[in-house]
């Protein structure tokens, strides 16, 4: 007779209570018996029409899979810390080098690596050294996939899912692999999580050494691989339904002792790895000050505009809630447990999502849904069918546009990287200590070491410290801490992506100047830059001056020699020097206003020169027409509506300028209250206080700045060569 009800966590289950279609695959004839006559097909529900056609829906469904898995994997590689990983793993393969001590950085030179993926680096690097770089990391993106996709695939069978549930299951785990579609270790700790999930099943029959070496040699391997937490959490669930079977069964203290054996057995193994160290007391003294500083750490809820997502929360409630019902409290830990972890940390969503949907899978194939379905009126019965229908639209939906975003993707991605800088060094021999921002450090490692050192990479937590990494960022913003750390590095370069704001905090360290930009990214040089002149004019687009022609010249020459052949500063160089040789640079300005596309630097430096000769609403134009803004754009744009008279526009500005990219610096501020002076002095204002301005006052440069504000305001008098 087939059960209404699962059966109960740890229990031993007998082969004669199984649901029908929890049957062998070879109760399922190729060709069913012919129908009576008289019968139907509409006599069948949709879930038993689905059972009629196995064989075809679980083939196709697991065909598409691996086909958009085998897309997904072309996907060009947008980890900067894939770097790192392969250069350790490259260097470990060619000379020894130990994966647990730095060799890269000039900041912690010499220091141990607290517990490296040193599998995954040296996996990484073999891979990459037999098939070049671009076919290594899709080999690998391809084969963690598929190795999570198959055993998923392997415990469905086991537990002799209903079609629906393939359906359902194996396409959100591909949305959820494509969410981590990089080349990360933790790309096959997600084949371990399924692992884990199917020991759990294995040993509900009871904890002897059969099922309970393998959660041993697993987590073993685990700890020695990455992110072995999640094993962790998931065989805590087992031994909470474990001991809760124990107690109802009032069993014996040698039962106790061996419960207890086997779960320190399982958590003591963790500390068989290189280090000695823990993945439970590692993440004890995990600072949550990371949760602030890095995406990965951001909210789940920037997944929110994908339809799977709203598939996997639908899933997610129906497996807690028949967990609940079903009074499996280990999984529904499990579940609970990752699923709030999750919603706060968007680097969860995939390994927690994983879990839970073959969860899903183990209650939903153990619920009897057959007959279930056949106990409720037709019209509910058909309501399920299609809302089972629609969360499967939505997953392969998503997961198809998903697959084609990183096609997409792929004709841009490869900006991300500061590729043509790095070729640039190589090809002038150019090397030394590097200032550069965190999240490239693994890229130049992989392509300047061991010539060049960095200042700080990826490797947060396991080598930078919490501290350093804050630091490092104020060292970006601040041009005294910057040339502090000159200083006490004996840095040579710097390397920062192309932003007004890097560009005028080098300048005013007085210690480096501009010698390359690339597309994203510029490199500065402490001894004989090539681009000193150009360097002021990006930092500071208002210190034109008529005696820059010469300097000008001599750049635009090292601009047509050294820069890319789509680099876009030639051609401001050109247009600088004609402004310059122009008798009549109002009308040079206006003959200009035809050309509607520039860049943004160049921009920048027509609007200044607009200013200049009072053409207010074409400066106006132009700094607004600019994308990413920053805050000299948002004060150089209040001050033309202030000579436009247009004093509610400016104030408008100016608020929105404090809001969206706000500056520290002080000649910056000194602008900001003088324009606010002005306008308060002819209209109430809207958006600012008479408090917010007095504390203006008091962070203006010098204490005490003047409320005129002109072109010259901005462009500070130590900036003018």
Known sequence: MTPTHSPAPMQTHDASVQNKYNTRSQDYPSNPKPMIAGQTGS???????????????????????????????????????????????????????????????FTFNGEDIVGPPYIFEILIGALVNHFGLESGFQLYKLCA????????????????????????????IVVLLQFRAMVRPELISYSFSVLAIMLYYRARNGMGAANML??????????????????????LGYFIDAALLQYRKRAQLNTWLQWLGWGVAVVAVGFLNPGFHHTLIDLLNFSPGWKHLIREYQSAFLYREIAAVYALVTVTGFTVFTLLRQRQFGLLFV?????????????????AGIVVVCIFAWVASESDLENRLKRLPSGLNLTFGGVTMLLLAMTMGSSVLLARSFMVENQTSGNLFPDDVADYMIEQDISGRIFNEYDVGGYLIYRLSPASQVYIDGRTNILYPLEFFIHAGEAERSSALMRAEADRYDIDLVLLRNKLRNFSMLKDTGTFGLDYVGSRYSLFRRTDPNFPALGTLLAYPACWRADMATALREEHTRALLFLPPNS?????????????GAQDKTRFLQSLQSRQRWTLETARFIAYRALAENLDAMAYGLLTSITEREFSDYLGAALA????????????LLDQGTRVSWSENPSEISILYGLLSQIQARVSLRYFDDAYIARL????????????????????????L
């Open 43 to 105: 006599s069948m529900n949709w879930f038993e029409q689905l059972e009629q056609k196995r064989t075809l829906l679980i083939g196709g469904v697991v065909i598409i899979c691996v086909a958009i898995l085998a897309v997904t994997a072309r996907r060009n590689n947008v980890s900067l810390d894939s770097f790192w990983h392969l250069q350790m793993g490259l260097d470990w393969l060619a000379s020894g080098l130990s994966l647990w001590r730095d060799h890269y950085s």
């Open 145 to 172: 996939g598929l190795l999570t996709l198959g055993l998923a695939g392997l415990f469905f069978r086991r537990l002799r899912s209903p079609v629906a549930v393939w359906c359902l299951a194996l396409p959100l």
């Open 214 to 235: 393998p959660m041993v040699a697993l987590m073993l391997l685990w700890s020695n691989y990455h992110s072995s937490i999640f094993g962790y959490v998931i065989f």
């Open 335 to 351: 579940c609970t447990f990752l699923v709030y972890f999750s919603l706060d940390m968007v680097r969860l969503v995939t390994p």
């Open 568 to 580: 876009a500063l030639p051609a401001l160089l050109q247009l600088v020097i004609d402004y310059t």
């Open 641 to 652: 509506q202030t000579r436009l008279e247009n004093w509610s526009e400016a104030e408008r």
């Open 697 to 720: 006052a008091e962070q203006a440069e010098n204490g005490n700045a003047d409320p005129g504000v002109g072109v010259r305001s901005f462009c500070p008098d130590a900036q003018i």
